[in-house]
């Protein structure tokens, strides 16, 4: 105790320094109770919503990534589906338009060789008709020279 005395005296100490010293104290454990652990209860409830939320970010963004390639590989299934359904269609298509087009030319041709046969016809018909009438034309044609 001695020690302390002269330490005391050694410092120039006085009472005051004691009452300062117990009131500081006093006040520290008074500003931890009302003022810090508050404060720090605040402090760490904030940091953990932060970070529930963030794991729920992070978690968002994971079911993003997720449905982003069912729905890419949804479009590539409706992509090839179309591709099957237009190759098909297309092929009918073709199909139809190369029997119309065989249809069209026997029509055609049929026609055709309708006129060919008319003309045909209407040829011997002329052919007839001069072969009657060559005979008068003979004659009277003599009969302009003769005269």
Known sequence: ???L???IQTLSL???FFYHLILALILYFISK???FQPYIAKMDERSRLTKGRMDTNEEKKLEIEKKKELYE???KNIHKEFQKLFSVMK???MENFSKESLKLEKDQKTFLDEQKKN???NAKKQNEIL???LPQLKESLLGKIKS
């Open 1 to 3: 105790m001695e020690t």
């Open 5 to 7: 005395k002269t330490l």
């Open 14 to 16: 006085d009472h005051s």
């Open 33 to 35: 109770k009302w003022l």
């Open 73 to 75: 590989e949804k479009a």
């Open 91 to 93: 092929n009918k298509a």
């Open 119 to 121: 003309l045909v016809e």
């Open 131 to 133: 072969e009657k009438s």
